[in-house]
T-cell receptor
Framework: AQSVTQPDIHITVSEGASLELRCNYSYGATPYLFWYVQSPGQGLQLLLKYFSGDTLVQGIKGFEAEFKRSQSSFNLRKPSVHWSDAAEYFCAVGDNAGNNRKLIWGLGTSLAVNP | GAGVSQTPSNKVTEKGKYVELRCDPISGHTALYWYRQSLGQGPEFLIYFQGTGAADDSGLPNDRFFAVRPEGSVSTLKIQRTERGDSAVYLC??????????FGPGTRLTVL
């Protein structure tokens, strides 16, 4: 069965520091991979996605992620964090084998940013 | 353009009551999904519509939960005989051509 693991429940970084949020997935084939961000009181917003091709994908708000098949990972990175990046981050995998693209989600990583 | 909208934004009900949660997807999106998110958890898949039909309802927890999408646009999630364990944020997402999903703000359901 498909699954997503986000090992870090909570991370605190200083503003201006670099960030890496980890995501590992379990899936039999090449998955569709997503990172979403959820701010308090807001809906889930798509940061970036990987379907195929270049394994380094660029997203909105200066985020990027790298798909590493050998490690079953899709880690999210940002070179310099801003205070407004404080939010909950979710990694998700989509089933691309059939017609259903339902998403399987990790538990999320809560990011706090110190001034 | 307009995004996915969900009404109500908050719903408080008593145990045993019936509730309906509404989702208006982005115009033209044929796929519609319902998820449930409990506190401190990631979203959990409930049901997926392709057009008017429920293509996958394997995530519905039991027969108290039902969803419809009669005209292939607006969808309603219906919960009968609500229980305290049903308290969660119910999320709706729509998608064009089974690609990325766009989420609404959610409905926070509280069962007292």
């Amino acid at each position: 069965a498909q699954s997503v693991t986000q090992p870090d429940i909570h991370i605190t970084v200083s503003e201006g520091a670099s960030l890496e949020l980890r995501c590992n997935y379990s899936y039999g084939a090449t998955p569709y991979l997503f990172w979403y961000v959820q701010s308090p009181g807001q809906g889930l917003q798509l940061l970036l996605k990987y379907f195929s091709g270049d394994t380094l994908v660029q997203g909105i708000k200066g985020f990027e992620a790298e798909f590493k098949r050998s490690q079953s990972s899709f880690n999210l990175r940002k070179p310099s964090v801003h205070w407004s990046d404080a939010a909950e981050y979710f990694c998700a995998v989509g089933d691309n084998a059939g017609n259903n693209r339902k998403l399987i989600w990790g538990l999320g990583t809560s990011l706090a940013v110190n001034p | 353009g307009a995004g996915v909208s969900q009404t109500p934004s908050n719903k408080v009900t008593e145990k045993g009551k019936y509730v309906e949660l509404r989702c208006d997807p982005i115009s033209g999106h044929t796929a519609l999904y319902w998820y449930r998110q409990s506190l401190g958890q990631g979203p959990e898949f409930l049901i997926y519509f392709q057009g008017t039909g429920a293509a996958d309802d394997s995530g519905l927890p039991n027969d108290r939960f039902f969803a419809v999408r009669p005209e292939g646009s607006v969808s309603t999630l219906k919960i009968q005989r609500t229980e305290r364990g049903d308290s969660a944020v119910y999320l709706c997402a729509s998608s064009p051509r089974l690609v990325e999903q766009f989420f609404g703000p959610g409905t926070r359901l509280t069962v007292l």
